[in-house]
């Protein structure tokens, strides 16, 4: 199996900020990396396919890049909503798997 | 629009075997290049994938539970089925089943259902 590792785990911020989560897989995946974001008691939204294309609806203070092993999803101007947890995953292979969340909380 | 919804028990007892239904909308599993895939998060931890089924009846199974897994589709009722023998506390989750897109020939999740806490315990 593919392991998708994300850093940092955790990350504290402010309200207006821009943030930046990394996910690294353990083998090359081309472009094939997804994004989700989560919020307590909710199930995961859809943020980002392709590494860098956004699902429909999505605000574009939201971006992702990387190919290959290393990717970011990039948030900018933080807003209260926004504050929840980030997953990767690869969907290049089976299984496809997640990475082990980063959870971005208020400073 | 589409949407998902799982269906199913809250509470099954060690050894048994859990039958989780997704009823969606919004979509048929007879156009080609559509999905439906399984993914359950234990409380407090990070998603797991389970399980995915495609138009063409293809199935895919995580090799970790390949061998307690069944995914069926009921095209007309637009209903996929997850079925998990054998179940142990270690299994108690949140359920959620997916709509999977083709992307270039590789398959992302892009609408979720609500997901479904299955608490395993005698």
């Known amino acids: 199996d593919i392991q998708m590792t994300q850093s940092p785990s955790s990350l504290s911020a402010s309200v207006g900020d821009r943030v930046t989560i990394t996910c690294r897989a353990s083998?090359?995946?081309?472009?094939?990396l997804a994004w989700f974001q989560q919020k307590p008691g909710k199930a995961p939204k859809s943020l980002i396919y392709?590494?860098?294309s956004l699902q429909n609806g999505v605000p574009s203070k939201f971006s992702g890049s990387g190919s290959g092993t290393d990717f970011t999803l990039t948030i900018s101007s933080l807003q209260p909503e926004d504050f929840a947890t980030y997953y990767c995953q690869q969907y290049n292979s089976y299984p496809p798997t997640f990475g082990q969340g980063t959870k971005l909380e208020i400073k | 629009q589409i949407t998902l919804k799982e269906s199913g028990p809250t509470l099954v007892k060690p050894t048994q075997t859990l039958t989780l239904t997704c009823t969606f909308s919004?979509?048929?599993?007879?156009?080609?290049?559509?999905?439906v895939g399984w993914v359950r998060q234990p409380p407090g931890k990070a998603l797991e994938w389970l399980a995915l089924i495609y138009w063409d009846d293809d199935e895919r199974y995580s090799p970790s539970l390949k061998s307690r897994l069944t995914i069926t589709k009921d095209t007309p009722k637009n209903q996929v089925v997850l079925t998990m023998t054998n179940m142990d506390p270690v299994d108690t989750a949140t359920y959620y089943c997916?709509?999977?897109?083709?992307?270039?020939?590789?398959?992302?999740?892009?609408?979720w259902g609500q997901g479904t806490l299955v608490t395993v315990s005698s």
């Open positions: 083998q090359g995946i081309s472009k094939f």
């Open positions: 392709a590494a860098s």
């Open positions: 919004g979509f048929s599993l007879s156009t080609s290049g559509v999905g």
């Open positions: 997916a709509h999977t897109r083709s992307d270039y020939g590789k398959y992302y999740f892009d609408y």
